[in-house]
């Protein structure tokens, strides 16, 4: 069972766009939603998160979006750079953390310059 | 400060053979959990340590077990590998008390042949 779906699988946007990922829950228990990026090689390293009681949480060009009702959240890259160029997960987990992230597939994002 | 540290970054072992792999968390985090990462299945949660006691386990065979010690380093061991067991396998480490914020290491690359 497949508790958090993502999409696109692949995505590519030109240089200065918005790159635009989605992410839904099913488990309404889930209190913290994290985004993760990750280049070749390398661990996931966390992007920017978000708990459900709040709609938006900005940092720098990334934001997230959640819609507690819909039981969805986005991730924003704005003025996407090439460097931005990875595989990003978004994840969730239960209140303390315990059993751990429920990941998404992954979004294989490509910035072109 | 240094990362979170798994050693080795590569290993390749033949079926039925078992395998220890090892993760150094950051200084003064106590909780450190282990995940799978294959292409299709992404990323898995096998299990999560604290103070040396297991605190959860993901859906995985009896096969996967792990160990933690007093100075917080923990060990996961696979026994009896089978070719699916090829993957990353990636330590993460936090705070208590820092919500959920996981730190990944780069990762044990293992090939089952």
């Known amino acids: 069972q497949q508790q958090v779906k993502q999409s696109p699988q692949s995505l590519i946007v030109q240089k200065g766009g918005i790159s635009i990922i989605n992410c839904a829950y099913e488990n309404t228990a889930f209190d913290y939603f994290p985004w993760y990026q990750q280049f070749p090689g390398k661990g996931p390293a966390l992007l920017i998160a978000?708990?459900?009681?709040?709609s938006e949480k900005k940092e720098g060009r990334f934001t997230i979006s959640f819609n507690k009702s819909a039981k969805q959240f986005s991730l924003h890259i704005m003025d996407s750079q090439p460097g931005d160029s990875a595989t990003y997960f978004c994840?969730?987990?239960?209140?303390?953390?315990?059993?751990?992230?429920?990941f998404g597939k992954g979004t294989h994002l490509i910035i072109q310059p | 400060k240094a990362g979170v540290t798994q050693t080795p970054r590569y290993l390749i072992k033949t079926r039925g053979q078992q395998v220890t792999l090892s993760c150094s968390p950051i200084?003064?985090?106590?909780?450190v959990s282990w995940y799978q990462q294959t292409p299709g299945q992404g990323l898995q949660f096998l299990f999560e340590y604290f103070s040396e006691t297991q605190r959860n386990k993901g859906n995985f065979p009896g096969r996967f077990s792990g160990r933690q010690f007093s100075n917080s380093r923990s060990e996961m061991n696979v026994s009896t590998l089978e070719l699916g067991d090829s993957a990353l396998y990636l330590c993460a480490s936090r705070l208590p008390g820092q919500g959920n914020g996981y730190t990944f290491g780069s990762g044990t690359r293992l090939t089952v042949v």
């Open positions: 200084s003064g985090h106590r909780s």
């Open positions: 978000i708990r459900p009681d709040v």
């Open positions: 994840a969730a987990s239960l209140r303390g953390g315990a059993d751990g992230l429920t």
